[in-house]
């Protein structure tokens, strides 16, 4: 609703197939959108404002942005865990491929026909992919070198 009222689009809905009824309906909508804008303009100008307010008290505060401290913290614990050769479950899981499914000419279940879910390393592995050209998880290699492992931390956070 909010994206379009911002680009000036007004809500439809179903259209009778008579052209008399069309006409009423057509003012009925128009109506009823006017009302929704009127009412919820306030408050997509309340909401800007407070969003610009609250980034400039962070930024004088010189607190990360959440997102830039996520994606550090995700960096820094993929590097942790590749470091590791002992079989704990998170050393495991760093590796972890769903299995194929039947439609894919494995076994099992398989994914659901949606789009694929995005697994916790597809950041990292894309990163290395198109900044290093490094293969899916290679990376983990490059995370045994801890001093060349934190200059590529800033560049994957600032991504």
């Not at 004088?60 to 590749?82: M, N």
């Not at 789009?115 to 983990?140: C, M, Q, T, V």
Request: glycine share 6%; with cysteine.
């Amino acid at each position: 609703m909010r994206s379009m009222l911002q680009q000036g689009r007004a809500r439809t809905s179903r259209q009778p197939a008579d052209a008399d009824a069309s006409e009423s309906s057509k003012s009925s909508v128009e109506t009823a959108s006017e009302a929704t804008q009127e009412y919820l303009e306030p408050w997509v100008d309340w909401i800007r404002r407070v969003t610009r307010t609250v980034e400039s008290i962070r930024e004088s505060l010189r607190i990360a942005d959440w997102a830039t401290t996520a994606r550090r913290c995700q960096f820094r614990w993929a590097g942790h865990v590749s470091k590791r050769d002992d079989q704990r479950w998170s050393t495991k899981m760093l590796g972890w491929k769903p299995d194929r499914g039947w439609r894919d000419g494995g076994q099992g279940r398989g994914r659901a026909h949606a789009r694929p879910r995005k697994r916790w390393a597809d950041d990292i592995d894309n990163y290395f992919a198109s900044e290093h050209n490094l293969a899916e998880g290679e990376w983990r290699l490059l995370a045994a070198n801890r001093s060349e492992w934190r200059k590529h931390e800033k560049l994957f956070v600032e991504r």
